[in-house]
């Protein structure tokens, strides 16, 4: 089968896919990626061959303050909204035409994307190909049982938490999200689609043959709607050579009775003091050994900073291969990689609210399998205070050593593999523990 990757140019949204494409690869299917320029490297180095974008501009995290300046100074509505135009709906047309160029020399059977790559509605509709949406966030499909998306709240308990609840989601529809649709639909018109109706959001969920959603039910939020194109599929994990050689220390480990990983991801990680530098300061007496890394940002200056023997600062860690040895995980709320922490049964300490990471430590707390500070910006004192918890109290282990199990039933690729070759049939087989429930 010919198959063609198409990712929006942000490592959330790429990495996590380069295992699929590969175990795609290495079954005899022909896997090649629409990207950004600057991932073409990364798929040179994973052998898939990659049509760069020709109409459409990148926007990622290197460029995006350069490039939208004024981004910074917006919060709330506001920041939705834009991100909602700029980075979600402002390039659907220019990735479509730039598939629909790759599809007379590269005549693809199916389109795997990841959910955010809003151009899969048009590649379905207009060439009627297959889609495959990963999703590689929590699930943003409307609902009556969830808050509203990127306000980073909880799903309310109460009659009356619902029903506000409700009206949030009804004027954000309203005040923003209606915007940002009348745009997505100007763009479909231009393309000769028709326009969506409801919300915008459903679009990724609606639009593709399959969802595939990386997490278990166990760290999604309770929903009584059931979409029967979407399926649970486990953590999907990047591939292993897209990772930087193995950790140079690993002997120090032993040496330490708690370890504790601290990253600050790598889109939101040109300022240090958010959270990798308070994080040093309130830890670096604790007795613990801390290993940071930076996203390949300021690694030296950093080490010039803290030089000390039990802190170990490197430009990347393989997280899968460390995590196994980690006891806490402070991080600013990338969803990789925090459900890469819980598989592995390592509690959450979250800091972070941009780019929809308030609504993934919404679920790290709600699940109670770490500690959300709620902010950008948090203090060494209460990181410290939180880290005490998280590693005296016995419930947060408790907690997400459920999760870990719940994630060892599953086979990510075996799942995938099975609906490809026939959707319907698989249906029924019970060995796969999300079509249990």
Same mark, same amino acid.
């Given at each position: ?44 180095? +994973? ?21 939208f300046p004024e981004r910074a100074k917006l919060s709330g509505p506001a920041l ?102 009348? +745009? ?65 220390q690993a002997a120090k480990l032993d040496r330490y009775r708690q370890v504790i ?177």
């Amino acid at each position: 089968m010919n198959i063609l990757f198409a990712t929006v140019p942000a490592d959330g949204h790429f990495n996590p896919l380069t295992g699929l494409a590969m175990h795609l690869k290495a079954a005899g299917h022909d896997v090649r990626w629409y990207v950004g320029p600057s991932y073409l490297a990364k798929c040179e180095r +994973l052998g898939i061959p990659a049509y760069p974008f020709k109409r459409a501009s990148e926007i990622n995290g290197d460029n995006l303050h350069t490039l939208f300046p004024e981004r910074a100074k917006l919060s709330g509505p506001a920041l939705i909204r834009f991100d909602g135009k700029q980075m979600m709906v402002a390039n659907v047309g220019n990735y479509f035409a730039d598939i629909q160029e790759i599809d007379q020399a590269f005549p693809f059977d199916a389109l795997v994307c990841d959910a955010a790559f809003f151009a899969m509605h048009p590649v379905k509709v207009k060439l009627g190909k297959r889609v495959y949406a990963i999703g590689i966030g929590p699930s943003v499909a409307t609902s009556k049982d969830v808050p509203p998306n990127f306000v980073g709240l909880k799903p309310a308990r109460t009659a009356i938490g619902k029903l506000i609840q409700q009206g949030m989601r009804a004027m954000m529809e309203l005040m923003v999200m209606n915007d940002v649709k009348g +745009l997505f639909n100007r763009i479909m018109a231009d393309s000769g689609v028709g326009p969506v109706q409801g919300s915008l959001f459903d679009v990724s969920y609606t639009s593709p043959d399959m969802v595939f959603q990386n997490g278990v039910p166990g760290f999604a939020y309770p929903r009584r709607e059931v979409n029967p194109k979407l399926v649970f599929v486990g953590a999907l994990q990047p591939y292993k050579t897209m990772i930087a050689a193995p950790f140079a220390q690993a002997a120090k480990l032993d040496r330490y009775r708690q370890v504790i990983l601290i990253s600050q991801g790598t889109v939101d990680n040109k300022d240090q003091n958010k959270l990798i530098i308070p994080a040093l300061e309130a830890l670096q007496d604790s007795g613990a050994l801390l290993v940071v890394t930076t996203g390949h940002y300021q690694t030296a200056e950093l080490r010039k900073r803290y030089p000390q023997e039990h802190i170990i600062i490197e430009d990347f860690v393989d997280f899968d291969a460390l995590l196994e040895r980690v006891d806490l995980f402070i991080c600013n709320g990338g969803y990789g990689s925090i459900l890469l922490s819980l598989s592995h049964g390592v509690p959450v300490l979250s800091a972070g609210v941009r780019e929809g990471k308030n609504d993934v430590n919404a679920h790290v707390d709600y699940f109670q399998v770490g500690i959300d500070l709620r902010t950008e910006n948090p203090k060494p004192s209460d990181i410290r205070r939180a880290a005490e918890r998280l590693l005296s109290e016995p419930r947060w282990k408790r907690n997400v050593a459920r999760l870990r199990e719940e994630f060892s039933a599953y086979r990510p690729y075996e799942i995938i593999d099975a609906y490809l070759a026939d959707t319907a049939g698989f249906r029924n087989e019970a060995h796969h523990p999300a079509l249990q429930a």
